[in-house]
């Protein structure tokens, strides 16, 4: 269990991890390092036991360095800030394992101006005034929709003007 132990805070203490990450990570047996060619000397790596890893989620949980919420939080906050919308970072969650009630509560406590930030993303791309031309116009629409912005955001943002 100490290797496995050690291996959640040492994941942890680089980055906050979902419980669903960090249990992926430790079932993965780490890889011995191999540097330019094949190494002879290495050992096999051993499976990990769903206890242990169990039981060093539990550890990390009693001491609160584990917490699907708080990372759905800091989550939010930091794609927000790096100019993504909430279904694509809604869908990013998901898939880390994060659940719906969780996820929910990160963005009311995040209380984010959607419509403003779609518009900051399309100017920082297209640059202002925003194009007006219809084949631009779309070219600005599907750009904000690969970043997670709805339909409603996008057009709030040339009706508002």
């Not at 050690?6 to 419980?19: F, I, V, Y």
């Not at 800091?74 to 996820?103: A, C, P, T, W």
Request: hydrophobic share 35%; charged share 35%; with cysteine.
């Amino acid at each position: 269990m100490a290797s496995i132990l050690d291996r959640a805070l040492g994941l942890l203490s680089r980055r906050d991890h979902s419980e669903a990450e960090l249990r992926r990570k430790l079932a993965v047996p780490p890889v011995a390092r191999r540097r330019f060619r094949e190494r002879t000397d290495a050992q096999p790596a051993t499976a990990v036991s769903e206890d242990e890893i169990d039981q060093a989620i539990a550890y990390c949980h009693d001491h609160d360095w584990l917490d699907d919420g708080r990372f759905a939080r800091r989550y939010v906050s930091r794609r927000s800030k790096q100019g993504y919308g909430e279904q694509r970072i809604r869908m990013e969650l998901m898939q880390k394992g994060i659940n719906r009630d969780d996820i929910d509560a990160a963005f009311a406590e995040a209380e984010i101006d959607r419509t403003a930030q779609a518009f900051a993303v399309a100017v920082k791309k297209f640059g202002q005034p925003l194009p007006a031309e219809p084949q631009t116009k779309i070219k600005v629409q599907r750009y904000l929709l690969s970043r997670g912005f709805s339909f409603d955001e996008i057009r709030s943002i040339y009706t508002n003007l």
